[in-house]
């Protein structure tokens, strides 16, 4: 059974810049979340999604913006890029049944981002 | 508003020891608790999951305890190897914020040959 999949691995940008990057669930899941790991920070929750349903956000401005489809999949965009935003971004993925449930969290290898 | 603390934050240990791994949380109010593994530059590895309603769960040589009272949960890693050398990170999610892990800082732990 795929684990869950994020595209690009690796990607450079320059200051005012914008990213998408990707996820793609396990099989079957539902949920998706994503996090931003950064040496001084740690992790830091970013957003949750479940059946394409905003469920939480975390304390991120409003360049930090996702949405997940119909498949699960779910994209995350930076708008505006600062170099503070430089981190490795993780997505994870759940079996997440109802609202009001948060199972296992299973998560990718991520996406590094790095801003010049 | 809930705080996860790890510690200590790095420890090393020789081969064979048995590891045993701190964390503690603010408010008892949980839903479940989760511990990773990462490895250097790689993403967390699933360890173990708790639900509130447990108190341990095993899995191999590894033991998780959970206290909801006191806020604490502790991992035990037996007869510890050098592939257990990582960092471990306990997460919760809390009952009000469905969907959100909320991380500790993570231990770093060596077992030298």
């Known amino acids: 059974k795929a684990g869950v999949t994020q595209t690009p691995r690796y990607l450079i940008k320059t200051r005012g810049q914008q990213v998408t990057l990707s996820c793609s669930p396990i099989?079957?899941?539902?949920?998706v979340s994503w996090y931003q790991q950064t040496p001084g920070q740690g992790l830091q929750f970013l957003f949750e999604?479940?059946?394409?349903?905003?469920?939480n956000k975390g304390n991120f401005p409003g360049r930090f913006s996702g949405r997940q489809f119909s498949n699960s999949r779910s994209e995350m965009n930076v708008s505006t890029l600062e170099l503070g935003d430089s981190a490795l971004y993780l997505c994870?993925?759940?079996?997440?049944?109802?609202?009001?449930?948060?199972?296992?969290?299973?998560f990718g290898e991520g996406s590094r981002l790095t801003v010049l | 508003k809930q705080e996860v603390t790890q510690i200590p934050a790095a420890l090393s240990v020789p081969e064979g020891e048995n590891l045993v791994l701190n964390c503690s949380f603010t408010?008892?109010?949980?839903?479940?608790l989760q511990w990773f593994r990462q490895d250097p530059g790689k993403g967390l590895t699933s360890l173990l999951l708790?639900?509130?309603?447990?108190r341990e769960q095993t899995s191999g040589r590894l033991n998780a305890s959970l206290d909801k009272s006191s806020g604490r949960s502790t991992l035990y890693i037996a007869a510890s190897q050098p592939g257990d050398s990582a960092t471990y990170l306990c997460?919760?999610?809390?009952?009000?914020?469905?969907?959100?892990?909320?991380f500790g800082a993570g231990t770093q732990v060596v077992v030298t040959p």
């Open positions: 994870a993925s759940s079996l997440t049944q109802t609202h009001r449930d948060t199972g296992e969290l299973f």
């Open positions: 099989s079957g899941h539902r949920s």
């Open positions: 999604y479940f059946s394409e349903t905003q469920r």
């Open positions: 408010d008892s109010a949980i839903y479940n």
């Open positions: 708790i639900q509130s309603s447990q």
């Open positions: 997460a919760v999610v809390s009952t009000d914020s469905w969907g959100k892990l909320q």
